[in-house]
Each structure stands twice: as C-alpha cells, then as structure tokens.
C-alpha cells in the first residue's frame, strides 16, 4: 500500500509534512555532524580547513534547522494534534528542556568559531565543541523520545502518568538515533564538500568520502535493527519507500566513492542528489509507518489554513531571497 492510499484529504498536509521534515533532517545532519568533526579535531589538536569550515558555518546551519523545523511542527500538529500534545504533556519538563540547551548549544557554536577559543589550550577547547555536540544529540534524542511515545497505545500514556516519570523508555529510541547520526555523516559529508569543497583539497575530499560511507554504514546498521524491531510492518507500509531509499543509498554510496577517489565534481553531485533523495524516501518510511500504526487526528475536517501556510511560506521564501541579496550587494562594507 502507497503513503498516499486512503488518505481523504489529507494528502496534501502529509506531502508537505514528508517534504519538509526531510529539510529539516537533512539540516540537523549537517549541525550534528559538523559539531563532531569539531569535537574531534578539539580532541586531536592542531586545526584543518574542514574544521574551520564546520565551525564558521555551525551557527547558520543551526539556526536554518531549527527554522525548518517550524513547519513539519505545525503539520504534525495538523494530522496527530492529540497524540503529539499528549506526548509532550507527559514529557513536561523533559521536552521543554530542550529550550535552554538548544540556548547553550548555539552559544557554545558562536564561541567556538571565535580566534580567542581558537587560541585556548585543547581541553577547553574540547569542552567548548563537545558540550555542543552534546548539546545536540540530547536534543536529538528528546524528539526521538516524544516521537515515539506519541506513537505508543494509550496504556503506555497511562502507565507513564500513574508511575509519575519524565522520560519514556524504548528499544527503538536507541535504534533511531543510530539511523539519524548515520544520516547526519551522509548530509554533512555533502554538505562540506559544496561548502569547502576547494578549500578541503583531494585530502579532505578523500575523508568527506569515508565520513559519506561511514555514515551510510552506520545508518543501514540502525534501520537494520529498527526492521527487525517493527517486523513486517516496514515492507507492507513503506514498499516503494524502502526500494526509493535502496536505490538512493546506492547513488549516495558511489557519489561518496568517488569523492574518496578524489574526483570532486562528479562525486559532489552524484552524492548529493542520492543523499536528498534518501532524506525524502526516510522521511516517506517514517510517516508510512506512523500512518499504519496510529490514528489521524479525529477533527481533521474542520482544519483549515493551507492557503495561509502556503502564502506565508511564499512571503518567508521571499524575505529570505531579499535579506540573502542585501548582504551580498553590501559585502564590500563589511
Ligand atoms: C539541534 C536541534 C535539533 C535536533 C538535533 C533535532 C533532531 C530531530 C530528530 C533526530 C528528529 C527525528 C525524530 C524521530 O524520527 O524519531 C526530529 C524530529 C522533529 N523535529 Fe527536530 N531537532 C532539533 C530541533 C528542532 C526544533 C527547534 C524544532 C521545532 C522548531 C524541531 C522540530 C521537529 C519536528 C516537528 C520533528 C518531527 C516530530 C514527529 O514527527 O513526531 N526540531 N528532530
């Protein structure tokens, strides 16, 4: 069965939901996986241009992601509104924690690309970066966690609000977050061979390579895993989506090869189209699953507000284009 089967009038809101959740994923991969390249070379000492590279673009990356996350927010809100507002009624604290770290986070981003922590010793260096990087992967993980308990039956609801808890434990949250950190190697691979392709030269398209198939790797390890946790369910739900994501980890795995054989151009390119493509086809599995596996929201009907979201994503892409052109035509002043 299709995502799109049997949808009523929700196709639409579900489209937009998948497409723009794969933005914001593919976002995050870049941030998480630029504040680790960051940590490791804090860990390692001495500096290379794909760090300087992750760390000068660490606090735009971030703050693009988390604005992409504002709509697939309200789409799921739109189709799950009960089950998302109950999950994060009984996370309470524990999801709204996220704020402040994501608070600290960008701040340690904007301190770590400063020349004064570039001239501190390693160790305060490693705290700057991997408090970030932790910063993010428990931001990670907290969404994964309210993901899957918005997704759980009722009795895990009250089961978890008789026992008083803050945190909801699952086997598949681990599993998730290996399938995500996976992907963020695959997105930050591409995204700083575009970045700092030419400043990175063969050598560190070489290593943006192996991290593009390192992550491939792992994130096939994790989907593994999560199959075998959910069963059938994956091949009955997600069919074309899963056979999408097959033939986008194949074009992704050559990109990537080629980019370790030093052949930036057409690797840059075969990469990036098999790693967007793979963004969408997950995103496309996640909501199969979620769909088969758990109720619309009931009122549905009454929702109104497509062409006012659709004409504030006009206006918003329009004010981005017109701040992007302002700072351009005024660089030389800066
Ligand atoms: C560093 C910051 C962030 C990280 C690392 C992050 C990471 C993630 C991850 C890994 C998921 C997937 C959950 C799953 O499939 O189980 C997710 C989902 C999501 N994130 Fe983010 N996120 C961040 C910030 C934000 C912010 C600030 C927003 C809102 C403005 C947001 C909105 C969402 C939404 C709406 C979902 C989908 C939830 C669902 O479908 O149930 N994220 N995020």
Same mark, same amino acid.
């Given at each position: 069965m299709?995502?799109?089967?049997?949808?009523?009038?929700?196709?639409?809101?579900l489209?937009l939901?998948?497409l723009?959740?794969a933005?914001?994923?593919?976002?995050?991969?870049?941030?998480?996986?630029?504040?680790?390249? %960051?940590?490791?070379?804090a860990?390692r000492?001495?500096?290379?241009?794909?760090?300087?590279?992750?760390r000068?673009?660490?606090?735009f990356g971030?703050?693009?992601?988390i604005?992409?996350?504002v709509?697939?927010?309200?789409? +799921?809100?739109v189709?799950?509104q009960?089950r998302?507002y109950?999950a994060?009624?009984?996370?309470?604290?524990?999801?709204?924690?996220i704020v402040?770290?994501?608070?600290a986070?960008f701040?340690l981003?904007?301190l770590?690309?400063?020349?004064r922590?570039?001239?501190?010793?390693r +160790?305060?260096?490693?705290l700057?970066?991997?408090?970030?990087?932790?910063?993010f992967?428990f931001?990670a993980?907290?969404?994964?966690?309210e993901?899957?308990?918005?997704?759980?039956s009722?009795e895990?609801?009250?089961?978890?609000y008789?026992?008083?808890?803050l945190?909801?434990r699952?086997?598949?949250?681990a599993?998730?977050l290996?399938?995500?950190l996976?992907?963020?190697?695959?997105?930050y *691979?591409?995204?700083t %061979?575009?970045?700092?392709?030419t400043?990175?030269?063969?050598?560190?398209m070489?290593?943006?390579?192996a991290v593009?198939?390192?992550?491939?790797?792992?994130?096939l390890?994790?989907?593994?895993?999560l199959?075998w946790t959910?069963g059938?369910?994956?091949a009955?739900?997600?069919g074309?989506?899963?056979?999408?994501?097959?033939?986008?980890?194949?074009?992704?795995?050559?990109?990537f090869l080629?980019?370790?054989?030093?052949?930036?151009r057409a690797?840059?390119?075969?990469?990036?189209a098999g790693v967007i493509?793979?963004?969408v086809?997950?995103?496309a599995?996640r909501?199969?699953?979620?769909a088969?596996?758990?109720?619309?929201?009931?009122t549905?009907?009454?929702?109104?507000?497509l062409p006012?979201?659709?004409?504030?994503?006009v206006?918003g892409v329009?004010?981005?284009v017109?701040? *992007?052109?302002?700072?351009?035509?005024?660089?030389?002043r800066?």
């Amino acid at each position: 069965m299709s995502l799109f089967d049997d949808l009523g009038g929700r196709g639409g809101y579900l489209l937009l939901l998948v497409l723009t959740f794969a933005l914001h994923a593919l976002l995050i991969g870049f941030v998480l996986g630029a504040a680790a390249w %960051a940590t490791v070379r804090a860990l390692r000492g001495g500096d290379d241009p794909i760090a300087g590279v992750s760390r000068d673009w660490l606090p735009f990356g971030l703050g693009a992601a988390i604005t992409a996350g504002v709509a697939p927010l309200l789409l +799921v809100q739109v189709l799950y509104q009960h089950r998302m507002y109950t999950a994060t009624l009984l996370l309470s604290h524990r999801f709204m924690a996220i704020v402040p770290v994501l608070i600290a986070g960008f701040y340690l981003l904007y301190l770590g690309k400063s020349e004064r922590v570039q001239a501190w010793n390693r +160790v305060r260096r490693l705290l700057v970066h991997g408090g970030a990087l932790a910063a993010f992967v428990f931001v990670a993980w907290t969404w994964i966690e309210e993901h899957t308990l918005a997704s759980a039956s009722p009795e895990v609801w009250v089961a978890h609000y008789a026992e008083g808890r803050l945190v909801h434990r699952d086997p598949v949250i681990a599993q998730r977050l290996v399938v995500w950190l996976g992907l963020a190697g695959t997105a930050y *691979a591409v995204g700083t %061979a575009w970045l700092g392709g030419t400043l990175a030269g063969n050598a560190g398209m070489r290593r943006l390579g192996a991290v593009g198939l390192g992550g491939l790797t792992v994130a096939l390890g994790g989907a593994g895993a999560l199959a075998w946790t959910y069963g059938n369910d994956v091949a009955a739900t997600a069919g074309r989506a899963v056979v999408l994501a097959a033939l986008a980890v194949v074009a992704a795995g050559f990109g990537f090869l080629l980019l370790a054989g030093g052949k930036l151009r057409a690797g840059r390119r075969l990469a990036t189209a098999g790693v967007i493509v793979l963004f969408v086809a997950v995103s496309a599995i996640r909501e199969s699953m979620r769909a088969h596996r758990v109720e619309w929201r009931g009122t549905l009907d009454g929702a109104q507000g497509l062409p006012l979201f659709l004409l504030f994503v006009v206006l918003g892409v329009v004010a981005i284009v017109w701040c *992007a052109r302002l700072v351009r035509r005024h660089l030389d002043r800066v």
